[in-house]
């Protein structure tokens, strides 16, 4: 065996890596608390499939409802359905991008959240209409309005996902993380609506579990964005405006309903959507009224707005709730935020 | 310059300029009630008795407006504005004051078989539970139309959630868990009262077996989750037995609890018949004294009937472990009524 020192002098420096790449390997912490959050998350306390699945007796609810309740999961699906691959997709990002480890590690965490709350939206839909979200034949006009909206919506999702994929590694982490905030602020006020109003027992369970995952995430956000905040350039406020205005397009669609600028649909949409909120809201499932929701949606916005102010962010017009603001461009192309 | 707090006029720590409370809490060792850190759980919610806080950030899901006119803040986004701050918490500090009874309506949100004989039933609490580090508590369930109220060992400890899980066994003639078994649907409220018990982890360093009978379980593994939650690192042993192999319940949590704590394992014991997950039939004394030379210095957690209490405690004092280290919770089915 060769003696290590001659060895030594033989030896050749390896190529060079071309960033972004997860290569090398680092670990580095600026924010410890993001570890404390991480070990808090590593047993998020409850599992879909063990939430009392088997008290959601579909023959008590007409097909209307069973179809209008499953529409409903597939809507919240185009939002936490495509929660494990857009916070997947953004944690491969960290690490290609060098971001501190408890960052990457809180990314993981809310992968795996997201992977349970989509499960929970696809047991529901399997469970309300085997087959679904889309391969079941309705029997009532209403089912077949539902399954269209569907289609549209997931139309729409995949326009989503390509802009999200485009511009997930164009921007940075306080642009990230101010676009995710806006989506969890979003899930928060949604799923604790309908954790009060729901009185469907498995359904109040599923909505409190994830409600409580979602604070989590709040608190991922807050403690990047705690440290990010105060030194942002002034090209990153004005990204992150923009975010904000695309964020709100984007978010609307469950919160409230669909804007024109990003979602491209029929007609028919929304005339069918309400009715078919109206029959989801008789079976029990905790839809708030469009008003509610509208009113909900606004709050949520102002305290976001309340506590970005300080930062010197500007926030973006959002005529839709009633908020004034700057008018900014809405670029369907740079949508990322998500649930 | 670092400002001054005093919590629950009992804890006193500083926060560096411009630091968050609960941050700076933590960061010293100073534990206070908290959950998401994300402003949306409320339990570390606390009333400004002195001086002035930055409220932070808020969404409005875990305090209202009109509790920040009133003067309360979430400890996990305020900052000290004022030299020195005193606050109360809405919940008690874990492991502190201890919590005081309560008494309230709560919910059905689940009642699903887990075996032939045990259900597992989730209530949901009207109201925020004072129940915190209250492992090995148990409740008393008031059914309508049967008294005395019925006991039953909470199989997790309740958090900011207001959930409340328990394991229901059938007894033979058993009118609360034939009610419970057969009438209790999602959706009916129950009264509960309680925490109550003394079962708790023996204080102590060495190391811990868990001896669940049945039911028993509930106290047994929700301690000892709860012990490896803080971050207890004694060897810990839960030795679950039950009667045949369709008894057996929550593997998922068992052998959760174990792959994420390399000092935790635990062992299945079934007694009366031929089983999958063991090579013999055997009881839990038998075990203990096959699997243990000596228990002297161990410490000890026991619940299941109370014949399985007695068992094994007599035989880990054979083995010689002090009686004061062994802390049990045994449950007799009550007589109909
Ligand atoms: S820890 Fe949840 S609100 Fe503060």
Redesign the pocket.
């Known amino acids: 065996m060769p003696d290590p020192q001659t060895l030594l002098a033989e030896i050749k420096a390896a190529p060079g890596i071309d960033g972004p790449n997860i290569f090398p390997l680092e670990w580095p912490v600026e924010t410890p608390k993001l570890y404390d959050i991480y070990d808090a998350a590593r047993d998020p306390g409850w599992s879909p499939h063990t939430l009392a699945w088997d008290t959601l007796r579909v023959e008590d609810y007409s097909l209307d409802q069973r179809y209008a309740m499953a529409y409903w999961f597939s809507l919240l699906a185009v939002f936490d359905g495509s929660g494990p691959s857009v916070f997947a997709r953004a944690m491969i990002h960290t690490y290609e991008s060098k971001e501190e480890d408890p960052v990457r590690k809180c990314f993981f965490s809310v992968v795996r959240d997201e992977m349970n709350h989509e499960e929970v939206c696809g047991r529901a839909i399997k469970r309300l209409t085997p087959g679904g979200p889309l391969g079941y034949v309705p029997e009532t006009p209403l089912g077949h309005l539902a399954r269209n909206n569907i289609e549209w919506l997931y139309y729409n999702g995949s326009r989503y996902w390509t802009g999200f994929k485009n511009g997930v590694d164009k921007y940075p982490l306080a642009i990230l993380f101010t676009s995710f905030l806006f989506g969890e602020v979003a899930s928060s006020t949604l799923f604790h609506g309908m954790y009060q109003r729901t009185t469907i027992p498995v359904f109040k369970e599923a909505f409190k579990r994830i409600g409580q995952d979602e ?1 989590r995430h709040l ?1 991922i956000c807050l403690a990047v964005l705690q440290k990010l905040l105060p030194v942002l350039t002034e090209e990153d406020k004005q990204m992150i405006s923009i975010q904000l205005r695309a964020g709100f397009v984007f978010l609307s669609g469950i919160l409230h309903e669909p804007p024109e600028q990003f979602w491209k649909l029929p007609p028919t949409f929304i005339p069918a959507q309400r009715q078919i909120d109206e029959v989801a809201r008789s079976a029990g499932l905790g839809i708030l009224t469009l008003d509610e929701r509208k009113a909900n949606w606004k709050t949520a916005v102002l305290r976001m707005k309340a506590n970005l102010d300080p930062y010197g962010i500007e926030f973006p017009a959002l005529p839709e709730v009633g908020i004034e603001g700057k008018e900014v461009v809405f670029d369907p192309e740079k949508v990322i935020p998500i649930f | 310059m670092s400002r001054t707090i005093l919590v629950n006029e009992a804890i006193r720590f500083g926060v560096p300029e411009g630091d968050i409370i ?1 941050d700076a809490a933590l960061s010293q060792g100073v534990v206070l009630p ?12 606390a009333r400004v008795t002195q001086g002035t806080v930055d409220n932070g950030w808020s969404l409005g899901l ?1 305090i209202s407006d009109q509790e920040i006119a009133e003067g309360f803040c ?4 305020a900052r000290p504005l004022s030299a020195e701050v005193h606050l109360r918490t809405v919940q008690p500090i874990p492991g502190g004051e201890g919590s005081a009874v309560q008494s309230f309506e709560a919910r059905v949100l689940c009642n699903t078989p887990l075996t032939p004989r045990v259900r597992r039933l989730v209530l949901q609490a009207s109201e925020p539970l004072r129940f915190e580090a209250q492992a090995g508590a148990y409740v008393e369930l008031a059914l309508p139309g049967l008294s005395p109220h019925r006991r039953y060992s909470l199989a997790t400890v309740p958090s ?1 959630t207001g959930l409340i899980e328990l394991l229901v066994a059938r007894h033979p003639g058993g009118a609360a868990s034939g009610h419970i078994h057969d009438l209790l649907q999602p959706g009916d409220s129950v009264g509960v009262t309680g925490p109550y018990g003394t079962c708790r982890l023996p204080e102590g360093e060495g190391t811990v077996l868990g001896l669940a009978g049945g039911t028993g379980l509930a106290p047994v593994l929700s301690i000892m989750e709860d012990a490896l939650a803080h971050g207890d690192i004694s060897p810990m042993t839960l030795l679950f037995s039950v009667r045949d192999d369709a008894e057996l319940m929550l593997m998922d949590r068992l052998a959760g609890l174990a792959r994420a704590h390399p000092n935790f394992r635990y062992a299945l014991l079934v007694t009366e018949a031929r089983s999958r997950f063991c090579m013999k039939q055997q009881y839990a004394p038998s075990w203990l004294r096959e699997n243990h030379g000596s228990l002297a210095g161990a410490r000890a957690v026991i619940g299941g009937s109370p014949g399985f209490v007695a068992a094994c405690s007599d035989t880990c004092i054979a083995l010689g472990m002090e009686s004061t280290a062994i802390s049990a919770d045994s449950f007799t089915p009550v007589a109909q009524t």
């Open positions: 604070g608190g | 609960l908290h959950q998401c850190r994300g402003a949306s759980c409320g339990m570390c919610k875990a979430l400890m996990c986004q900011s």
